[in-house]
């Protein structure tokens, strides 16, 4: 189009200039001068590659770096910037991106190609013009100068080892790129459990210090350089600018540099992206830390014509350090809240608490491996949940989430609304599913008894309820069901049951001020079995939440009841407490030890894993072994997190038998995350396997021998696991 206008019109000229008495002037060369420099970072942003994920997916994944490793110390704050954002539109949109960069510290641009071009040199005006691309560089020897080209680096991968390459090529010797100050995590700082009487310190995120890597320069003399810019560059590009010129002295020409586009992430959404800054560069050391390079990179040339203007440097000059503020925001170390963030009722509360859900479990879940990772699809699948009016409804916004957290498998994944109204009431009885039957375990209603088995729960198959109930628990698949069985005796629900005779009855059960739980269904006072027929055997409930859970006080006589004793029973189907431990030393070795443990450790671009000591029992409980007798353990799906660990010491040195079942397979300090709105979700925050690093997430112990209730043992009162358990003393 171009060129079919010009020739015409040059013609069209010529024609005048003939038919005229005076020389024609010559056309004016177009300016090449820059207008004002654009103080606003973002005005200098060059995009990079498209989203490569679901949209919403990939805005989860920028907001965890501006949330975890951005310029806010508080999470919140920028969950607060997201939720205004997504009020006014769907994750999905490319209008989100524009919102978030808009409420935010965040730069959004369109996406660009990421395409590499072959590397290529020419001389122009005696320079030696390099454009970092795919292939080998050979600089001239006649060049007076080299000016590397970085306009139209790309972000991406192969871009960044092109660009190593050519400062290799263009530097004699050794050139150090800039240090950085970070954040670094050991896990997902928890913001939930903290706020408790039982606060869970072992994750943070701290301010660390990055050395610049170093480039090995291998040219053989050393020549003014000069780094040709332009007014949108891709962080890649701003950060090659920025360490030439104050490592090296070359000549800025083009436009100015902004120090925030160097120090960003880009991130892909859908067609657009946004540039996260996750760190501040330094040129080196002082005596009260890293010296931050300037906030901008002054050129020395502004112009869009850089190769034109590679004529007039004057390549001899003497060349000073850049000089300039640095007052943007440092990276410093994360601070957790130490209260609940405030209620939210909007669109924007509700799609945002299922993004930042997505974003901490995207960071800090170190299970994905071993159950698979589908969170992309789930939270697709849970923002579908609230779409339109159902994002105002907390009931709905809480299952959506907990319909994310089953993607997870764990069984330490909670959802929870701070600001949920207070239950009228629970069901008066406890469900456990056994085989392909839900049946009663525990009774608090005159019109149920242990061993009924439930037919429909208001109209519907229960065990279709049971499968619908269990899209929205988390865990492995053995206790998952468990804890979706629990869920299902809604008070004021008509319910069919099957009672022992076969005949069916319809029931509708009251709430219940204090609902029965599965935990403790079997306990007894610690004790002979004499009643069993075993008065040689001393058995000992280890659940905190039993009513005959021995206190410290205790811990004398039950030692001395043991001593000459046939066997042990010990009862871990439930939670333990410090008591459990000192019971666990007085009848095992103090060498017996833990399972293995590590920390994620989290940076804007590392994902690793950080093997933790080996623990000993002595570590846990000093007390010396006093019975060296059998010892038996029950276990069960109730059975979890510090249950389990518990359980691994006594396995570790062949102590003696578990009985029963399989138990949760949620090991690992759990962490957990605050949610725009008021919403909350908990999760495993630690790798835990078993001592010789095979799995233990969502399988859990197995039994030496498994044994579960039979619908007869319900009925009649009956606890096969310790009558089982018995046989075997």
Excluded at 650 to 665: A, I, L, N, Y
Excluded at 691 to 697: A, K
Aim: glycine share 8%; with cysteine.
């Amino acid at each position: 189009m171009r060129r079919s206008f010009l020739l015409p019109f040059f013609f069209f000229l010529a024609s005048i200039a003939a038919c005229s008495d005076e020389p024609a002037a010559p056309p004016a060369a177009p300016s090449t001068a820059l207008g004002p420099f654009d103080a606003n970072p973002c005005a200098h942003l060059r995009g990079g590659p498209r989203g490569v994920h679901s949209a919403a997916s990939d805005l989860g994944r920028a907001h965890a770096h501006a949330r975890y490793f951005g310029i806010e110390k508080e999470g919140r704050v920028a969950d607060a910037h997201l939720a205004d954002a997504l009020d006014a539109h769907e994750p999905s949109s490319p209008e989100a991106v524009t919102a978030y960069a808009e409420a935010s510290s965040a730069c959004a641009a369109a996406a660009e190609p990421t395409a590499l071009a072959q590397a290529r040199v020419e001389i122009i005006d005696g320079v030696a013009v390099v454009t970092p691309g795919a292939g080998a560089l050979v600089l001239p020897s006649e060049a007076k100068a080299i000016a590397l080209d970085v306009r139209s680096l790309p972000e991406a991968e192969e871009a960044g080892a092109a660009l190593e390459n050519a400062l290799a090529a263009i530097v004699e010797g050794d050139l150090a790129m800039f240090d950085s100050t970070e954040r670094k995590c050991n896990g997902q700082p928890d913001e939930v459990w903290s706020l408790s009487a039982t606060p869970v310190e072992q994750y943070g995120c701290t301010e660390m210090r990055v050395p610049g890597a170093i480039v090995r320069g291998f040219a053989t003399e050393t020549r003014p350089l000069a780094v040709l810019t332009a007014e949108k560059l891709t962080p890649l590009a701003a950060q090659a600018a920025a360490v030439l010129r104050v490592r090296k002295g070359a000549f800025v020409i083009g436009d100015s540099v902004p120090a925030e586009i160097a120090e960003s992430r880009w991130f892909g959404v859908g067609d657009r992206g946004l540039a996260i800054r996750t760190r501040r560069l330094s040129a080196g050391a002082s005596p009260v830390g890293p010296s931050p390079i300037p906030d901008v990179i002054e050129a020395d040339v502004r112009t869009s014509d850089p190769i034109a203007a590679l004529a007039s440097i004057d390549w001899a000059a003497e060349r000073f350090a850049p000089e300039g503020e640095a007052t943007r925001p440092r990276i410093v170390g994360g601070v957790r809240p130490t209260e609940w963030g405030a209620r939210g009722d909007r669109i924007g509360d509700a799609r945002a608490a299922l993004v930042v859900a997505y974003a901490a479990t995207r960071t800090f879940f170190p299970y994905f491996a071993e159950v698979g990772d589908t969170i992309d699809e789930r939270l697709d699948e849970a923002l579908a949940m609230i779409a339109g009016d159902a994002a105002r409804d907390r009931a709905k916004v809480l299952s959506a989430i907990a319909r994310f957290g089953e993607a997870l498998h764990d069984g330490h994944a909670f959802p929870q609304d701070r600001y949920r109204g207070a239950r009228a009431g629970s069901s008066p009885v406890a469900l456990i599913p056994i085989g392909n039957e839900l049946v009663v375990a525990v009774s608090g209603a005159p019109d149920a008894s242990p061993g009924d088995v439930v037919v429909s729960i208001d109209g519907v198959p229960a065990e279709q309820r049971l499968e619908s109930a269990l899209r929205f628990v988390s865990g492995s698949v053995h206790h998952a069901r468990e804890q979706a069985a629990q869920t299902l005796a809604v008070p004021g629900k008509p319910i069919v049951l099957r009672g022992a005779t076969g005949a069916l009855r319809t029931v509708t059960f009251t709430a219940s001020a204090a609902p029965p739980s599965t935990f403790g269904m079997y306990d007894r006072p610690a004790g002979t079995l004499d009643d069993l027929g075993a008065p040689d055997v001393y058995y000992v409930t280890l659940d905190s939440s039993s009513a005959h859970l021995p206190k410290s006080a205790d811990l004398p006589a039950i030692k001395a009841a043991m001593a000459g004793k046939r066997g042990v029973v010990l009862d871990m189907r439930g939670y333990p407490n410090a008591i459990a431990w000192s019971i666990l030393a007085h009848v095992a070795p103090q060498t017996s030890f833990g399972p293995y443990m590590a920390e994620l450790q989290v940076t804007p671009s590392t994902r690793a894993m950080d093997e933790m000591p080996r623990q000993y029992l002595s570590s846990w409980s000093p007390g010396r072994q006093g019975y060296t007798g059998p010892v038996i353990v029950l276990t069960g799906a109730n059975t979890q997190s510090q249950a389990e660990h518990w359980t691994s010491f006594f396995r570790s040195r062949q102590r003696g038998k578990v009985v029963g079942g399989k138990t949760s397979g949620a090991n690992g300090t759990i962490t957990g995350v605050q949610l725009p709105g008021g919403y909350a979700l908990t999760f495993t925050g630690m790798i835990v396997k078993h001592p010789d690093q095979t799995r233990f997430h969502a399988l859990g112990h197995v039994p030496d021998v498994e044994v579960e209730p039979t619908i007869a043992d319900l009925r009649e009162g009956k606890d096969t696991v310790l009558l089982r358990a018995l046989t075997l003393l």
